[in-house]
């Protein structure tokens, strides 16, 4: 079946954001596309439940990093889940994305506090897959565009290039070279020539799959990091309190874990 990639109607489905993606027959590349405006509104939706507010440019590089973090996933196999985490040294702040797409997931936050000054900009990708180990990069990048830091990430540790475009403010384009790529081509490419790819390439839609903001955090799986310290030094982890105020590494959510509770839950385990 072929599909045009400058389809004008971007709203997504029922049940999360809609990815497709669309295979450039004749030139071996792989094209995954989305318009975001979706998911940015379940991301403000959760920073307003938090009662925090980023800085503007702070919050555009967040909503890059999950546009780029989508896409990627979405062009790799089903039983693969990733994390990234973006240091920059200007602005200062790490950025931390993760998609899993056996649960059709994708989360995301920044942080600006603790944030080590070392004169290095590092992108680490760690990728799990099912009945595999998990396996890390790191590579070293410059600039502050989230997308040609990927864009290195990929040159360097999947060696192969790959090219990301705006639509629009919150519609992006992601290319990624397969076997056999015409690398010239790909590497020719401009925002002008992608206007009009659907008419100038044969694109096949290959699939189209739903993404969805969600961590998955809850206080049962607080306990269940808590629980081996509870065991072995509960007065340690809570000295005279009687309650852990958490917050999710991955999302940022707020948790309150009363020791009484806890003590439930190791004694029922």
């Known amino acids: ?30 094209l995954t596309r989305a318009d975001f405006g979706d998911l940015y509104v379940d991301y403000y939706l959760h920073q307003g439940q938090l009662g925090a507010q980023h800085e503007p440019a702070h919050d555009e590089l967040l909503k890059q990093a999950l546009a780029a973090m989508t896409l990627h996933a979405a062009s790799r196999p089903w039983g693969e889940a990733a994390a990234w985490t973006i240091h920059f040294q200007q602005p200062l702040l790490n950025l931390f994305v993760a998609s899993d797409n056996r649960l059709g997931t994708v989360i995301g936050q920044l942080f600006t506090e603790d944030v080590k000054e070392d004169g290095r900009q590092l992108f680490v990708a760690d990728v799990v897959r099912e009945r595999a180990d998990t396996r ?12 040609r830091a990927v864009e290195e990430y990929y040159a360097q540790s999947e060696q192969r ?19 056999q790529c015409d690398l010239t081509w790909l590497e020719s490419l401009d925002d002008a020539a992608m ?10 839609l290959l699939e189209t799959r739903r993404y969805r903001w969600e961590c998955g955090c809850s206080q049962e799986r607080m306990f269940a990091v808590l629980a081996s310290v509870m065991r072995q030094d509960p007065e340690g ?3 005279a309190e009687e309650k852990l105020r958490l ?12 020791r009484e509770a806890l003590e439930a839950y190791v004694a029922g385990r």
């Open 195 to 204: 206007l009009t790819l659907d008419a100038t390439e044969e694109l096949s």
């Open 1 to 30: 079946m072929v599909g045009a990639v400058n389809d004008p109607d971007p709203t997504p489905p029922e049940g999360g954001l809609e990815v497709r993606s669309y295979f450039v027959r004749g030139r071996n590349a792989l």
């Open 136 to 147: 890390r990069s790191a590579v070293e990048f410059v600039g502050t565009d989230v997308f």
């Open 237 to 239: 982890l809570f000295g």
């Open 161 to 179: 290039p790959t090219r990301f475009f705006h639509f629009g403010p919150e519609d992006f384009v992601f290319l990624s070279a397969q076997p």
């Open 247 to 258: 917050s999710c590494p991955r999302c940022g959510a707020r948790h309150t874990i009363t």
